[in-house]
């Protein structure tokens, strides 16, 4: 069992450019939640997705971001026209259910924004 | 609204110390509490998870405790080694309608042991 596995692990792109981050849940997790830790800040939550249905996207920014969690295939958090202030690491987190059991979070991908 | 809160910030002992994390919530619906360690630029390593039935979780030198009517946990790490050195994150997962599973994580305590 591999893990959460977020890839790529650092990405840098160029302000306007569009950046996608992606996460492969745990084998057998079909809840996958993304966190956003911008510098000297929390974890902030941002989106949970279950296999093709978002169910809570409260914590995401209302433009320029999306979330999708495919029937097959890895979830892809896509940030578009990226701006300097979405410089931040972004974590994947799996779980069994969405109440009883604890997260497994992946390493993150950390985002530049030149 | 829940929000969770960790003192000390930062916290700086000497090799072989014991010592108490702590981290405060103000919602006692939850159903459980997970503390995480977080190294410099890496992901969150699970430590401990707490059940809300559960008073404490152990696991080698660490051990957890639940207090969910007061709203309070400590980690407590016995013989602190320098390779603890880390921060300390603790996040509640809450309970109620409209909450989805989410975690809402404290800012976290940065630990320092000094050889």
Known sequence: NAGVMQNPRHLVRRRGQEARLRCSPMKGHSHVYWYRQLPEEGLKFMVYLQKENIIDESGMPKERFSAEFPKEGPSILRIQQVVRGDSAAYFCASSWTAQDYGYTFGSGTRLTVV | ?115
Do not use: H, M
């Open chain 2, 1 to 115: 609204k829940q929000e969770v809160t960790q003192i000390p910030a930062a916290l700086s002992v000497p090799e072989g110390e014991n010592l108490v994390l702590n981290c405060s919530f103000t919602d006692s619906a939850i159903y459980n509490l997970q503390w995480f360690r977080q190294d410099p630029g890496k992901g969150l390593t699970s430590l401990l998870l707490i059940q809300s039935s559960q008073r404490e979780q152990t696991s080698g030198r660490l051990n957890a405790s639940l207090d969910k009517s007061s709203g309070r946990s400590t980690l407590y790490i016995a013989a602190s080694q320098p390779g603890d050195s880390a921060t300390y994150l603790c996040a509640v997962r809450p309970t109620g309608s409209g909450n989805t599973g989410k975690l809402i994580f404290g800012q976290g305590t940065t630990l320092q042991v000094k050889p």
